[in-house]
């Protein structure tokens, strides 16, 4: 054990770390894998820099006694904080050095080496934790097992997810109501407006997740899009509350109905994509800043982690529950200001939830453009390169060496598969004792990497239609229930609270699949999620393939009945049909189940697939998924009237209000066919797609030859 002061003495970067801490001019804290750098916050904290001096600095008012421990080669530093420190005057007390020459000993603590880096400690309060390497907690310190993240820590990050979908679900599903009888909004135009406005929140989420990753961090992601979902849901609540901003009262859908316009309809633009603008910002960074509590390398908290996602789905689950009952019934019943106003409210304590545990977060610090840009670099690079011959052997591609690396530095073996013409961005051209030109080589790593998200794309895409599908649940189907009996004894439930069946069946499933159906599976197959990610996506779309399937033919039977009972230009919800709306159901439930294994799946999917630095953008690849299928909706609504519109007396299979006399059972089932030939495009590219493991699983692997730089 060695024991060291520090004082005024200045000492270069360039100067040996050992010599260092010899002279006492610098901390343990300063000494890290041979550099030597200005005063961090701690030991294990941030990016080391070797171009910087260490300086003369000494903290005042340190508590006696506390002590750091840093573990070189096969010894044991130790730093106590026994002296009073002065920034001005440096050292004010030696009592320290009774400790100086203490005597020396080998590591009897629980260090260890793991996929060869030192596991490091920190003693807190006379416990001894393990350092989280690349977390931090709220104040910029070294993120510890036990004190930061897991599974009781990630309790509020669940909390604001159940919340946040508990304030904005209930617009999903019943703005298309507040379109039509309050904005006078005909059918189609708010159907598509509707799906522009989900198209957008998932969309601007892709945006988001870029600079949660890489400028801003994710948990500040969070609590800036938390609060911008707050103005837009107060000015949505001011908006409904004046009868200045809405358009005349009339009885829809009488011609006579005046469409919202000017001012109003501008403010509730502002209102709506505020609110938008908001919930994108928690989709792209809540998940990925959740899973930042769990360490994949822990064997524990790996399989934690799989089970956070379902936990999270349930969450979801629950806040979306209230959201489409309660809420729902306040917006018809009381009045669509109390119903935004609740919204507000829920909002507010979703962001006090969050705040309330900031402490215990482990904090995934913001990495610059950098892992995006070397992305970028390599399909630069590969097209300048395209003209060179890529070597036979793939161990001669470039590589950075590992033993002049950092421990935090990522290493990914090389891969024949997919896309083996990137691998010329990794050709070597520069010699050895040269810095070679990012732009025209790059490292295996980064090459890789590339590969990894330009190999996510086909599976992304394979989304997209089962966004599409979603979207006819939150427009088309809540129509269908406007016009069927939605008495349940003496209660009259709400058309827009349909979404209760998937929920319900969810809330009751994820605990299932959880804890009966993955110990079952992962006992068959060995895999510790049960199954694989892309197993449980294509479960996923087959379901939803006979979900449409389904809702087609209750369309059919919805129709026979107005038709057999002389109904067809009944008014919705006031001449309900003698069918009750329970009929709908089985969609819904059916939808439901593909959900949990879709979108989880993928979340799934993309968190572990993605490169370290990015895994807020992977899950941006699920909510552009959704983005894309709300988006392509609106086209082949638009599309299917122009197509249909000469062979229909409405105008079109899905034109005009009355929804008796379209054609949405044919529409169903042009969805059934592109969801069965999506699916069957899934099974080509999830055939073809090869798993990157994560770095301590390759054991066997092969690596490129290591090149000094």
Known sequence: MKAFEYGKEMCSAERAAGDALDRGVASMSEVVRGHVRPEPTSL????????????????????????????????????????????????????????????????????????????????????????????????????????????????????????????????????????????????????????????????????????????????????????????????????????????????WPEPTCQRVGG?????????????????????????AHCADQFEAKHPRERRQMSSFFNWLLLSLCIGGAVSVTVFVWIQNVKGWDKGFGAATGVMGLALIAFLAGMPRYRIFTAQGSSALLDILRVYVAAIRNRNLQLPENPDELYEISRSKASPEEEFVSHRDRPF????????????????????????????????????????????????????????????QGSTMNTWVGDFQMQPATLPIIPLTMLIFAVPIYERLFVPFARGITGHPNGIPYLQRVGVGLVLSVVSMCIAAVVEMHRKKVAVRHGMLDAFPMLQPLPMSVFWLAPQYGVFGIADMFTYIGLLEFFYSQAPPALKSMSSAFLWASMSLGYYFSTIIVKAVNAATRKHTLSGGWLNGNNINRNHLDLFFWLLAVLSFINFLNYLYWASWYKYVKPQDEEDDAVAPVEQQV
């Not at 209102?271 to 938008?276: E, K």
């Open 263 to 287: 001012h109003s309809e501008t403010r509730l633009y502002v209102g709506l994509y505020l609110v938008a603008i908001g919930s994108a910002g928690i989709k792209a960074a809540l998940p």
């Open 420 to 479: 083996r013409f990137l691998d010329r961005a990794a050709i070597v051209q520069a010699p050895a004792a040269e810095a070679p030109s990012p732009w025209r080589q790059c490292r295996v790593t980064h090459v890789e990497h590339a590969k990894t998200v330009l190999a996510m794309v086909p599976i992304f895409c394979s989304a997209i239609i089962m966004g599409t599908c979603l979207a006819q649940f939150q427009t088309f189907s809540i129509q």
């Open 44 to 251: 294990w904290s941030g990016t080391l820099y070797n171009d910087m001096s260490a300086g003369g600095w000494c903290r005042a008012g340190r508590t006696r006694g506390k002590e750091e421990r840093f573990l070189m080669g096969q010894e044991t530093f130790i730093r106590r904080f026994d002296l009073w420190c002065d920034p001005q005057k440096g050292t004010k007390n030696k009592k320290a050095e009774n400790e100086e020459m203490s005597k020396e000993y080998k590591e009897d603590d629980k260090s260890a080496e793991t996929n060869g880096k030192s596991e490091t400690h920190e003693v807190v309060g006379g416990k001894q934790y393990e350092v989280i390497e690349g977390k931090v907690n709220w104040r910029g310190r070294p993120a510890v097992r036990g004190r930061h993240g897991g599974v009781g820590n990630s309790f509020f990050i669940l909390v604001n997810f159940g919340l946040e979908n508990l304030a904005s679900l209930s617009l999903a599903v019943n703005l298309i109501m507040y379109f039509m009888l309050v904005m006078h909004i005909n059918l189609a135009d708010a159907s598509n407006l509707l799906t522009d406005y989900m198209g957008t929140s998932y969309m601007i989420a892709v945006l988001i997740t870029v600079f949660a990753d890489t400028f801003v961090g994710r948990y500040q992601t969070v609590i800036i899009s938390s609060l911008v979902e707050l103005i837009g849901l107060l000015l949505m609540t001011l908006q409904a509350h004046s009868p200045k901003l809405l358009p005349e009262g009339c009885k």
